[in-house]
T-cell receptor, first 115, second 115 residues
Framework: KNQVEQSPQSLIILEGKNCTLQCNYTVSPFSNLRWYKQDTGRGPVSLTIMTFSENTKSNGRYTATLDADTKQSSLHITASQLSDSASYICVVSHDFYNQGGKLIFGQGTELSVKP | NAGVTQTPKFQVLKTGQSMTLQCAQDMNHEYMSWYRQDPGMGLRLIHYSVGAGITDQGEVPNGYNVSRSTTEDFPLRLLSAAPSQTSVYFC??????????????FGNGTRLTVT
């Protein structure tokens, strides 16, 4: 069964600290993996995308890694800010999405950054 | 540039009532889709459209209808509301269906409660 599992479900960190969120997937065949950030009461916004051949991608203080062999991805947030408080969603594209594949969404990790 | 606009933001319905959730985008995107987001679950695809006049079912289409008469608008109709349809509904669009090149742009959601 094609699944995306994220851990932890929730996380509380202090402002200025780093943190890492995990995403494990069983989607096959795999096309690409994208991380989205969802602020409370808003829609998700894309942070990074990685294809099969990429193993790291950065967007400011956000760095995503991908190990396609172990089917794992992580999102590392450096020097966290209060505005990083949000849900982070891992999304895997099954097969070739533009040819009829589909997106598999994780359930999200709820991050809370405290002052 | 408004992006993806959803109306209303909140709605309460009684069981058996019908209603239409509105979605409009001003980015000339070909691809539009509707998702529902429930606690503890990943976003699930209801219906999607790859262009004006073309629609197809996602993974949870029962109880919902869509049409796409223009590129800009993609309304979602609830035919006879049921408590199981209580959820947050997101409309999302992208330039084409190829998510490797084009991320989804989400609206800010409609929170629907069916009593």
């Amino acid at each position: 069964k094609n699944q995306v599992e994220q851990s932890p479900q929730s996380l509380i960190i202090l402002e200025g600290k780093n943190c890492t969120l995990q995403c494990n997937y069983t989607v096959s065949p795999f096309s690409n993996l994208r991380w989205y950030k969802q602020d409370t009461g808003r829609g998700p916004v894309s942070l990074t995308i990685m294809t099969f051949s990429e193993n790291t991608k950065s967007n400011g203080r956000y760095t995503a890694t991908l190990d396609a062999d172990t089917k794992q991805s992580s999102l590392h947030i450096t020097a966290s800010q209060l505005s990083d408080s949000a849900s982070y969603i891992c999304v895997v594209s099954h097969d070739f999405y533009n040819q009829g594949g589909k997106l598999i969404f994780g359930q999200g990790t709820e991050l809370s950054v405290k002052p | 540039n408004a992006g993806v606009t959803q109306t209303p933001k909140f709605q309460v319905l009684k069981t058996g009532q019908s209603m239409t959730l509105q979605c409009a985008q001003d980015m000339n995107h070909e691809y539009m889709s509707w998702y529902r987001q429930d606690p503890g679950m990943g976003l699930r695809l209801i219906h999607y459209s790859v262009g004006a006049g073309i629609t197809d079912q996602g993974e949870v289409p029962n109880g919902y209808n869509v049409s796409r008469s223009t590129t800009e608008d993609f309304p979602l109709r609830l035919l006879s509301a049921a408590p199981s349809q209580t959820s947050v509904y997101f409309c999302a669009s992208s330039y084409t269906r190829d998510q490797e090149r084009w991320p989804l742009h989400f609206g800010n959601g409609t929170r629907l409660t069916v009593t």
